[in-house]
């Protein structure tokens, strides 16, 4: 099967650097996206990893492993807006995107 | 950027009635159109995609006789959810893909769906 796993909930103190992990195991592999979703809104794009490497983007981020199906999203200097859930969602071989069921961060001050 | 629009934001209705959600890509040609639905605190599910000018592909488990799907131009999907029940009730949320490239999906605002 597909799947893709990352952890439920992170906590976090405003001003900090944090990592969020997400693994996956998928049927080919064109490509892995971040998104950030705000409660009660739509999922907004934050980073695309094709590439094994370090995407960066202001104060995101964004490292991909294919041989090791792992990604992770870097946050720094964290700001109260940042408080979210951020998706990981993998494109398979048919193009189909997986999602995973999303990491909430809560950002403490 | 791309901008994907979703009409209503927010619709009530009666238990056994139908209702009509339109996704439009506003400033691209989306050549395939996502349908999600999402629960409380649950991740995206996909309902179905659908390509312009031919039938929506649905999701294991998803009714494509209660969830209709048309994708009538290059610019406008609309999900029309037949004989709604009070289960139905959810935030649902399309996304376009435009004909340059496969990867990034554009996401509408979302649909909060109430069924009384």
């Known amino acids: 099967g597909q799947n893709i796993d990352q952890p439920t909930e992170m906590t976090a103190t405003e001003g900090a650097i944090v990592q969020i992990n997400c693994t996956y195991q998928t049927s080919g592999f064109n490509g892995l996206f971040w998104y950030q979703q705000h409660a009660g809104e739509a999922p907004t794009f934050l980073s695309y990893?094709?590439l094994d490497g370090l995407e960066e983007k202001g104060r995101f981020s964004s490292f991909l492993s294919r041989s090791k199906g792992y990604s992770y999203l870097l946050l720094k200097e964290l700001q109260m807006k940042d408080s979210a859930s951020y998706l990981c969602?993998?494109?398979?071989?048919?193009?189909?995107?997986?999602w995973g069921a999303g990491t909430k961060l809560i950002i403490k001050p | 950027g791309a901008v994907v629009s979703q009409h209503p934001s927010r619709v009530i209705c009666k238990s056994g009635t139908s209702v009509k959600i339109e996704c439009r890509s506003l400033d691209f040609q989306a050549t395939t159109m996502f349908w999600y639905r999402q629960f409380p605190k649950q991740s995206l599910m996909l309902m179905a995609t659908?390509?312009?000018?031919?039938?929506?592909?649905?999701e294991q488990g998803v009714e494509k006789d209660k969830f209709l799907i048309n994708h009538a131009s290059l610019t406008l999907s609309t999900l029309t959810v037949t004989s709604a029940h009070p289960e139905d009730s959810s935030f649902y949320i399309c996304?376009?893909?435009?004909?340059?490239?496969?990867?990034?999906?554009?996401f509408g605002p979302g649909t909060r769906l109430t069924v009384t």
């Open positions: 990893n094709v």
């Open positions: 969602a993998v494109s398979n071989s048919n193009y189909q995107l997986i």
């Open positions: 996304s376009a893909r435009g004909q340059e490239g496969f990867y990034e999906q554009y």
């Open positions: 659908s390509n312009e000018g031919s039938k929506a592909t649905y």
